[in-house]
């Protein structure tokens, strides 16, 4: 096992004196073993985002644990949690949101670096090379142009290529392709079945396309209202959806995509 969310809970307070309290994630607890794909699906304010930011150790839970390599990562300070940040590594939706705009992509990658032990001149250059070139990326044309200079595609291959150069044994995905075109999103979802299969990662895939999670993943976790309402294989869970919101989300999954599969 890689990772384990253990009874995590996390209660936002809103409004004037926090008169307000919003359940975004309510008792979640999860595994991720190695190598695996698990996807997390669910509408729009169930909780995923605010489950991967807890993961990624970006935001604190109310309650709850996250443990990895052994140790509850939520209490992490300092150089230890830049050390989890390496082996567990976001690419979020809007990957412009997370690259600095005054930093060319050059410099974008090689801030990798930071999160690791010192490494040489020479085998930089050639990591970040090979790691455009993994991700479909000509360095010489990319690697002086700015985050706005680059399509939105390119830009989550670049979100990618940063993964390739930490080589993670986590990747926590939010809804990454979401903003993408079908045509473009085909090349980033086999980019992390990719990096599965070269580096053994494991993923964490957030989308709240059912048909989606269908075909990327081992395991479909369904979110709903900040609790994991049904887990399973992705077949059993599109063929023999137990709770009524999975069936719900089942027949959003279009009607041409789903003759196609047999469902
Ligand atoms: N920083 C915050 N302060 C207050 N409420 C928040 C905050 N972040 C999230 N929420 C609330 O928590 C709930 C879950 O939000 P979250 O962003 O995790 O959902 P999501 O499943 O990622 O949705 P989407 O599919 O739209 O990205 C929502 O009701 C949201 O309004
Ligand atoms: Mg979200």
Known sequence: MVLEVKNVSKVFTVGLFSRHKIEAVKDVSM???KGEIVSLVGESGSGKTTLCRII???LEPTSGSIIYDGIDVTKLRGKKLKWYWRKVHGVFQD?????????RV?????QAFNLMPKVEEGEKKRRVHEALKSVGLN???VLGKFPHELSGG????????RCFILNPELIVADEPVSMLDASTRIGIIKLFSDMRD???SSVIFVTHDLGLAYVVS???LIMYKGVIVEEGNPVEVMEYPSHPYTKRLREDVPLLYRKWEGF
């Not at 997370?98 to 930093?103: K, Q, R």
């Open 31 to 33: 595994r991720v073993e």
């Open 56 to 58: 990624l150790r970006l």
């Open 95 to 103: 990957p412009y949101a997370a690259f600095h705009p005054f930093y």
């Open 106 to 110: 050059e410099n974008i990658l090689y």
């Open 139 to 141: 360095p010489d044309e």
């Open 154 to 161: 390119m830009r989550q291959r670049i979100a990618i290529a």
């Open 198 to 200: 070269r580096l053994d």
């Open 218 to 220: 081992d395991r479909v």
